[in-house]
């Protein structure tokens, strides 16, 4: 890194800058999300009802450089390109999210491999134009093992730890109603029964006098 008594500083510099240039030949990187809103209730309702869920990519072809870092010309294609150089490959990696169902777990990190997802290609139908899968198609991520490392940090744990004191009962929190009991009346109820029956008999004597 130096001789003794000087400053490492300029070949940290140094280093930082070839790793950063690494970087971009390798196409590796640190990339930050944050969910908010209705992106957070889905990942939510990914970890309780199917414990991890698809994570989709598309690898893009490199950028060229701007004008001005060709001389102001536009570069010549190239010849013998490789087309998957020049289109999207999609890909997608299943992550599993199992260690969030547990309660109070807030962090997690795994490592997720991708594979390549079918080329859509449309087709004429009677019906109209589809999109339909190739049946067959080149794997672009599995022979190179292409991986995503993930970290995920939740604010709050989406299962929370159950609850160290007693839940209050019901009349704790709401006062229970006192009701009224009425007296029971002999009176009314057989004055009721009397009027019950009288109809009763009404009823049956127009009935039979209607047939006879």
Same mark, same amino acid.
């Not at 999207?88 to 309660?103: C, E, H, M, T, Y």
């Not at 997720?112 to 139908?125: S, W, Y």
């Not at 009224?180 to 049956?204: E, N, Y």
């Given at each position: *890194? %130096?001789?003794?008594?000087?400053?490492?500083? #300029?070949?940290?510099? &140094?280093?930082?800058?070839e790793?950063?240039?690494?970087?971009?030949? @390798? *196409?590796?990187?640190?990339?930050?999300?944050?969910?908010? %809103?209705?992106?957070?209730?889905?990942?939510?309702?990914?970890?309780?009802?199917? %414990?991890?869920?698809?994570?989709?990519?598309?690898?893009?072809?490199?950028?060229?450089?701007?004008?001005?870092?060709?001389?102001?010309?536009?570069?010549?294609?190239?010849? =013998?390109?490789? #087309?998957? /150089?020049?289109?999207?490959?999609?890909? &997608?990696?299943?992550v599993?999210?199992? /260690?969030?169902?547990? #309660? =109070?777990s807030?962090?997690?990190?795994? &490592?997720?491999?991708?594979?390549?997802?079918? @080329?859509?290609?449309?087709?004429? +139908?009677?019906? %109209? /134009?589809?999109?339909v899968? +190739?049946?067959?198609?080149?794997p672009?991520?599995?022979? +190179?093992?292409?991986? $995503?490392?993930?970290? $995920?940090?939740?604010?709050?744990?989406?299962?929370?730890?159950?609850?160290?004191?007693?839940?209050?009962?019901? /009349?704790?929190i709401?006062?229970?109603?006192?009701? $009224?009991?009425?007296?029971?009346?002999?009176?009314?109820?057989d004055?009721? =029964?009397?009027?019950?029956?009288?109809?009763?008999?009404?009823?049956?004597?127009?009935?039979?006098? *209607?047939?006879?």
């Amino acid at each position: *890194m %130096g001789a003794p008594g000087e400053s490492a500083e #300029p070949e940290r510099a &140094r280093l930082e800058a070839e790793i950063a240039e690494v970087q971009k030949q @390798t *196409m590796v990187g640190v990339s930050v999300c944050e969910k908010q %809103g209705f992106e957070l209730i889905e990942l939510e309702e990914a970890i309780k009802n199917d %414990g991890g869920c698809w994570l989709k990519f598309m690898k893009l072809p490199q950028p060229e450089a701007p004008p001005e870092d060709k001389g102001g010309k536009k570069a010549p294609p190239k010849k =013998g390109q490789n #087309p998957d /150089d020049i289109k999207p490959i999609f890909g &997608r990696a299943w992550v599993d999210l199992s /260690d969030l169902q547990k #309660p =109070g777990s807030n962090n997690t990190m795994k &490592r997720a491999f991708l594979e390549t997802c079918p @080329t859509a290609i449309k087709e004429a +139908q009677e019906s %109209g /134009d589809v999109w339909v899968d +190739q049946e067959e198609f080149e794997p672009v991520f599995e022979p +190179q093992r292409t991986y $995503i490392y993930l970290e $995920i940090n939740l604010s709050s744990p989406v299962i929370p730890n159950a609850s160290a004191t007693q839940e209050p009962n019901p /009349d704790e929190i709401v006062a229970a109603k006192t009701l $009224i009991k009425w007296p029971f009346s002999k009176t009314a109820t057989d004055d009721f =029964g009397k009027q019950c029956a009288v109809a009763v008999k009404a009823l049956t004597r127009e009935y039979h006098q *209607m047939f006879q």
